[in-house]
């Protein structure tokens, strides 16, 4: 599996942004009208060429929460699935475990060796696989008053991806 050109996202509007500029990562991007929104980077597997990890994913800042990562991820599953079988990803991000989720992933029930927790697509989705990976986030602090003030402001129906592609 090919990487792809380097990506070049603002530091204040994106978490991980450096990660991006790595050329030896493949990218899929969202976009509204010109500007970039939202990033994927992958990468084979090293020991498997029909794994595909997804290294990164991100959101614009001001823009989380409004279903663009799924979106997103969905995209990029439709797409790499016709590459490889089976994609993982390791996080440690409870809001992108739940973003996850909406696209199709299931937490494995395995952890890297730095405790994020693994997932897979394609799963069959169990209710309590679901719980078992909720329980091993600390969701007290996960949870802060300026992520709880973020919730009750965002606007799910303004969805602002105009196109998707794969670089
Ligand atoms: C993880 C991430 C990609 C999810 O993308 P997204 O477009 O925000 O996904 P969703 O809209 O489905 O929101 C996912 C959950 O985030 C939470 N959320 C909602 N608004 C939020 C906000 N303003 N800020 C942070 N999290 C928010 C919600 O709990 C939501 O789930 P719910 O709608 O089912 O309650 C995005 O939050 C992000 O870029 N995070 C920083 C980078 C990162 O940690 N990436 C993952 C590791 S590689």
Do not use: H
């Not at 090919?2 to 493949?26: C, H, M, N, Q, V």
């Not at 590459?83 to 996850?100: D, G, H, M």
């Amino acid at each position: 599996m090919e990487g792809g050109p380097p990506i070049f996202l603002e530091g204040d509007k994106f978490s991980y942004a450096g990660k991006f500029i790595r050329k030896d990562t493949g990218k899929i991007l969202a976009k509204s009208g010109e500007k970039i929104i939202a990033a994927i980077s992958f990468s084979a597997d090293r020991n498997d060429k029909e794994i595909v990890w997804i290294r990164y994913i991100v959101v614009e800042k001001n823009l989380r929460g409004r279903g663009v990562g799924p979106k997103l991820l969905s995209y990029a599953v439709d797409n790499l699935m016709e590459q490889v079988e089976l994609i993982k990803i390791a996080t440690n991000n409870v809001f992108a475990y739940r973003a996850l989720y909406k696209s199709g992933f299931e937490y494995t029930g395995k952890k890297t060796g730095i405790s994020e927790l693994v997932l897979e697509y394609p799963r069959d989705q169990t209710e309590e696989r679901y719980l078992e990976g909720i329980g091993t986030f600390q969701l007290k602090k996960c949870l802060t008053d300026e992520v709880i003030e973020l919730l009750s402001k965002r606007d799910i129906k303004n969805m602002p991806i105009e196109t998707l592609f794969r670089l």
